[in-house]
């Protein structure tokens, strides 16, 4: 099923982003399709209210995708990705604007733990919640492509590999040799939510995306199961 062996170390490209409020709704979804999908991504709204031996459970599901985006000082966010592989993630993500010093403790972190087993730290270059109009005020007025690029250069002259970026950027980062994941994934273009710069499954991956986040078509489908069949069966 899985056409893309860049997924690794999910197990398929498709990753849900499971963005429910409580724990059984988590549960009953992941135990639903946690066999379907590649694995699931679990942020702050579930993270931080039910903690990591919450993470724990479900990584006993699937493979997980830890995304609380740590952006600190490097002590700090070193701490919070160890605490996030101890509990089981599989992927993590912290902000790439954190700078070279934070980034290449991360990839030293990176290294060391993925002997253990299969782990990636992922940085994340600019929201797909934001436009050329949304961007903050004190970031260089310049278009949001080049603001990933120049990021991506970053990431890897740190030592990491793994990058979060909008599908509309990924042809500036074709045959890099990342590991690029990319939320705003949708079927329909009018689906699109608070997401500004979105794409379907399949153009996704033929541009080079290694895996896709896909959230809301999922989780407010009729029937959740055969919509995360559609996803995978799309690649």
């Known amino acids: 099923m899985n056409k893309n062996l860049r997924a690794h170390p999910m197990k398929n490209p498709i990753i849900l982003a499971l963005d429910v409020d409580t724990r059984d709704q988590a549960l009953k ?22 903690g990591l031996e919450f993470v724990q459970e479900m990584a006993q599901r699937a493979p997980i995708f830890m995304d609380n985006k740590h952006f600190d000082i490097p002590s700090t966010m070193e701490a919070a990705v160890r605490a996030s592989f101890d509990a089981g993630a599989s992927l993590v993500t912290v902000h790439a604007l954190s700078g070279a010093e934070a980034l290449k403790r991360m990839a030293a972190v990176e290294a060391e733990l993925s002997k253990q087993r299969p782990f990636k730290v992922l940085a994340v270059t600019i929201l797909t919640s934001w436009d050329q109009n949304s961007l903050p005020p004190v970031m260089n007025p310049q278009p949001i492509a080049q603001h ?19 599908p509309h950027e990924l042809d ?18 009018n689906d699109s939510g608070d997401q500004k710069r979105i794409m379907g499954p399949k153009e996704a991956l033929e541009k080079g995306a290694s895996a896709l986040v896909v959230g809301r078509p999922i989780l407010e489908a009729k029937d ?10 799309a690649m």
């Open 29 to 50: 979804i992941a135990d639903e399709i946690g066999d379907i999908v590649g694995g699931i991504k679990l942020g702050p709204r579930l993270c931080l209210r039910y």
């Open 148 to 166: 990933v690029t120049e990021l991506a250069s970053l990431v890897q002259n740190s030592g990491l590999t793994g990058l979060v970026c909008s």
């Open 172 to 189: 500036l980062l074709q045959n890099k040799g990342l590991y690029l994941v990319t939320p705003g994934i949708r079927f329909s273009m």
């Open 224 to 233: 959740i199961k055969e919509a995360a069949k559609q996803f995978v069966m």
